[in-house]
């Protein structure tokens, strides 16, 4: 995690500069608040990683004489099964759909949107895994 933290902090050092240079030379400013918001984006993933590197075991990417199979293993619990994910997609899609064509449509994606986040947080506090 050191080398992707250094990256992006390193990439975000970059993008202010540019920013700079583009803000300066263009006068535009929608192209000039991007290039910041992206700055700031890029400096925060940055700090986050190289703040978490510091809590964490050292990986196989931060050890220079590491083999590729000594990063193998499992990565993490993703659910096999879910459809909460095709009704936040379907949701987010009317919700975008109601900018474009009139605001009125996010009255129907509010609810898929929250029926698919409810349901996608809490899909695993259901039967036998349920608190009582």
């Not at 250094?6 to 920013?19: Q, R, T, Y």
């Not at 992206?38 to 964490?56: P, S």
């Not at 050890?63 to 099964?81: I, L, Y």
Request: charged share 10%.
């Amino acid at each position: 995690m050191k080398i992707q933290g250094k990256m992006f902090i390193w990439l975000s050092v970059f993008v202010l500069v540019m920013a700079i240079v583009y803000g300066v030379w263009s006068k535009e400013p929608a192209g000039t608040t991007a290039l910041f918001l992206t700055f700031g984006l890029c400096i925060m993933i940055g700090y986050y990683l190289a703040f978490t590197a510091k809590r964490v075991d050292v990986g196989a990417q931060d050890n220079k004489e590491a083999d590729v199979a000594d990063d193998a293993g499992e990565v993490g619990f993703f659910s096999p099964h879910s459809w909460q994910p095709l009704a936040l997609a379907v949701g987010g899609a009317f919700a975008f759909c109601g900018v474009i064509f009139g605001w009125w449509l996010l009255y129907f994606s509010l609810p898929i949107l929250l029926i698919g986040l409810w349901g996608w947080v809490f899909e695993y506090y259901q039967g036998e895994n349920q608190n009582q």
